[in-house]
Structures are given as structure tokens and as C-alpha cells.
């Protein structure tokens, strides 16, 4: 939580700075990037730290229940990996970016049996999404660029979660949903090589950072 609350306070100071400083940047003018196409990768919070947190997300996601047995209750071992995104956008107008975006998260948490604490399973969630994405640039200048935008488009999701006992939980069920993604406040810093930030963005955990290439 500590690193989460650091992260968000360094992305709200950079997003405060960035367009002070470049408007005192006499050579920082505006720029059209008009039929330019972007492509980049990127590495978000561990969207996966959701599933066992809030069982409310399960169960939106295609009717799993998230749910444990009662006598079945969740360790402390845990392995949750950041969200990873790769995505590619066409720069239509100077303002207006379309494009699509690939996204995946993971989350495995260890389950006990509540009597003696003994080990049961692990419980494990795979998480992908496809979204095609549009995104408004409401600030274009030589070296950056602040955008927001939103995406809609499919999750696949294939999971254990909400298996009854041990036999149960060595199968596993997979299941398609219709997502939508939402972004705050994004920025890309650098003209064909870039480094893009973004804060608010669900589908890669409220923050992510990357870098991409401009042509």
C-alpha cells in the first residue's frame, strides 16, 4: 500500500509539473502528429490483487464466485504479477488516437483448511483482455503529450476460483465478457521514442508506466 500511495503522489506531482514547465520551453510549440501510428508496452499495479479483495469483482467477471467453502480460508503466500500491456494506435487527427491494446494479469493465493491451517490448494486467476481504444489528446507539444481516453472489447478470464475442494480445484473453467477500460489522465514524454505514464487506467491496475515508439 505504501509503495501504491508513492506512486500515485510521484504520477500527481509529474502531472502538475510537466505542462508548467513546457509551456516556459520557448521551443516546446504545439505539434500535429496526424497519420502517425504509436506502439508501445507497458507494466501496471497488480490488477490480480483484486480477486481475492473484493469477491464482488468475481463474481462480475462471467459468474465465477470467488467465494472459499466456509471451512476453507486464504493464506498469506501469495504470488500476484503486475499488469502487462502492449497496444498500437493510429493517430487519426491531431487530437484523436485509435487504436487496440492487449492486457493480462495473474493472481494466485494460497488456501488453508480453517481447522489446523494445513494446506488445501492454491487458488489461481488468469486474466486477458482485448480492447479497442480511443484516445484524446487535449495537449500536443514537441516532447509531450497529455491524453484521456476509454476502450471497450473482451476479457477472457480462466480461473479455479470458487472450487469446493482439492478435486475441484485441479480443474478449471474458462469463460469470455465483455470489459471497458478507462483512462484519467495519461502522458507520453519524447517525440519517436517515448516514455508514456498513465493514472486512473482500470485495466492495468490505476497506474502504469512504459515506452513506445512514435512513426
Not at 10 to 27: G, M, Q, R, T
Not at 81 to 94: D, I, K, Q
Amino acid at each position: 500500500m505504501n509503495l501504491t500511495r508513492r506512486l500515485i503522489l510521484s504520477a500527481a506531482a509529474l502531472l502538475l509539473l510537466i505542462p508548467s514547465v513546457s509551456a516556459k520551453d520557448n521551443n516546446d510549440k504545439k505539434v500535429d502528429y496526424t497519420g502517425t501510428q504509436e506502439v508501445d508496452i507497458s507494466v501496471g499495479l497488480p490488477y490480480g490483487s483484486l480477486f481475492r479483495s473484493a469477491s464482488v469483482v468475481g463474481d462480475a467477471f462471467a459468474g465465477f464466485n470467488f467465494i472459499s467453502p466456509s471451512d476453507i480460508v486464504s493464506g498469506d503466500n501469495r504470488t500476484v504479477l503486475p499488469t502487462f500491456r502492449a497496444e498500437y494506435g493510429y493517430n487519426v487527427l491531431s487530437w484523436l488516437n485509435l487504436g487496440a491494446g492487449v492486457n493480462y494479469s495473474y493472481g494466485s493465493y494460497q488456501m488453508l483448511y480453517k481447522e489446523d491451517n494445513s494446506y488445501a490448494w492454491d487458488e489461481w486467476t488468469h486474466l486477458a483482455t482485448i480492447t479497442f481504444n480511443v484516445k484524446f489528446y487535449w495537449l500536443n507539444r514537441k516532447w509531450v503529450r497529455m491524453y484521456s481516453g476509454v476502450g471497450v472489447g473482451l476479457g477472457i478470464v480462466n480461473s479455479n476460483a470458487g472450487a469446493e475442494n482439492a478435486e475441484e480445484a485441479a480443474g478449471r473453467s474458462t469463460s469470455l465478457l465483455p470489459t471497458f477500460d478507462l483512462r484519467l489522465i495519461g502522458l507520453t514524454v519524447g517525440q519517436k521514442l517515448y516514455g508514456r505514464f498513465e493514472v486512473g487506467t482500470l485495466n492495468t491496475g490505476l497506474v502504469s508506466a512504459g515506452i513506445g515508439y512514435r512513426f
